[in-house]
């Protein structure tokens, strides 16, 4: 099937840097792109989506690119604090048998240590 | 946010036994999904109910067995598991099973086999 390739697995970083996290679709019928933040024990939350008519998208801290030619995303969170560490996962809309689904990530462990 | 509820939160069992997982979203949603999430892999989709249709199976062994009597609630119903799926099984809903859907996941049951 159609992949969703996620870097990097994991990451840490010091409190108030940034952190990036990039990811690659194959699909390129895909044209929506969400990200979700799972906590240790908890749901994946969406923090995040980009359609592909857009290039950027903002919202705080956090913010999305897209670059369709390149079929790559990336999520960047500026000013990290301690409750950003989670597993934050980016996932690809994909075509199956008979409409549209998800294709996940494997995530990437954020560590934002104070 | 309690818009997908998911039960048991933990479930143990043998493998000959029978046991169902119980979803259910108060979002007015009409499509809702059965992820598998694994450690270290990907959310892996295995079943998607559009307007209480089955519209996808992503390949899944015939011991699972979905049910959606309505848009609201989706089960699982397992017989004579295996080890190895020992997960946490996750249910999510949208408004529509389309492209550009954002998934809005439960809590998820851990699902252990011995």
């Known amino acids: 099937g159609e992949n969703v390739e996620q870097h990097p697995s994991t990451l840490s970083v010091q409190e108030g840097d940034s952190a990036v996290i990039k990811c690659t679709y194959s699909d390129s019928a895909s044209n929506y792109f969400p990200w979700y933040k799972q906590e240790l024990g908890k749901r994946p939350q969406l923090i995040i989506d980009?359609?592909?008519?857009?290039g950027e998208k903002k919202d705080q801290r956090i913010a999305v690119t897209l670059n369709k030619t390149a079929k790559h995303f990336s999520l960047h969170i500026t000013e990290t604090q301690p409750e950003d560490s989670a597993v934050y996962f980016c996932a690809a809309s994909i075509r199956g048998n008979s409409g549209y689904a998800l294709n996940f990530g494997k995530g990437t462990s954020l560590l934002v240590t104070p | 946010e309690t818009g997908v509820t998911q039960t048991p939160r933990h479930l143990v069992m043998g493998m000959t036994n029978k046991k169902s997982l119980k979803c259910e979203q108060h979002?007015?949603?009409?499509?809702m999904y059965w992820y598998k999430q694994s450690a270290k892999k990907p959310l892996e989709l295995m079943f998607v109910?559009?307007?209480?249709?089955?519209?996808e199976n992503n390949s899944v062994p015939s011991r699972f067995s979905p049910e959606c009597p309505n848009s609201s609630h989706l089960f699982l119903h397992l017989h004579t598991l295996q080890p190895e799926d020992s997960a946490l099984y996750l249910c999510?809903?949208?408004?529509?099973?389309?492209?550009?859907?954002?998934?809005?996941f439960g809590d998820g049951t851990r699902l252990s086999i011995l």
């Open positions: 109910y559009n307007f209480k249709e089955q519209t």
């Open positions: 980009i359609r592909s008519n857009v």
């Open positions: 979002l007015g949603h009409n499509a």
């Open positions: 999510a809903s949208s408004q529509e099973a389309g492209r550009d859907q954002p998934q809005h």
